[in-house]
C-alpha cells in the first residue's frame, strides 16, 4: 500500500513511490515531486518536524482506508447472507444452466 500526501505547497495530493525514493533522489512527504524539485533548487529544505507529521497523516489516513474497506467488505458479506430472490431448488443448482456455469 501507498501513501498518499499533500504537498504542502501547492495543496496538491501526490502519491509518491512505495520505497519513498524517486529515482532521482529520496520522495518528501511535505511536498510534491515538481515542488520538492523547486525547493531543492531555490536550496529549501523540507523542515524535519512537517516530513514526520505528514508521514503519521499519511499513516492514519491509509488505516482509515483500509478500515473503511473491511468494512465495506463486511456490509457486502452480510447482505450476501439475505438472498434477493428465492433459493434454487436442487435441480436448478445441479442442473445444465445452473449457477455453475453461468459464474464459469
Ligand atoms: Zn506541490
Redesign the pocket.
Known amino acids: 500500500m501507498r501513501f498518499i500526501f499533500e ?1 504542502v ?2 495543496g ?1 495530493h501526490y502519491l509518491p513511490p512505495e520505497e519513498m525514493a524517486y529515482p532521482d533522489g529520496p520522495a518528501s512527504p511535505v ?2 515531486a ?2 520538492q524539485g523547486a525547493m531543492r533548487a531555490a536550496g529549501v529544505q523540507e523542515d524535519p518536524l512537517l516530513a514526520r507529521v505528514a508521514l503519521a497523516a499519511a499513516r492514519a489516513a491509509l488505516a482509515g482506508r483500509a478500515a473503511e474497506a473491511a468494512e465495506a467488505d463486511g456490509r457486502a458479506a452480510r447482505s450476501d447472507v439475505r438472498p434477493s430472490r428465492p433459493p434454487r431448488s436442487r435441480r436448478a443448482r445441479s442442473g445444465p444452466g445452473g449457477v455453475r456455469s453461468k459464474l464459469g
Open positions: 504537498c505547497e501547492c496538491g511536498w510534491c515538481a515542488c
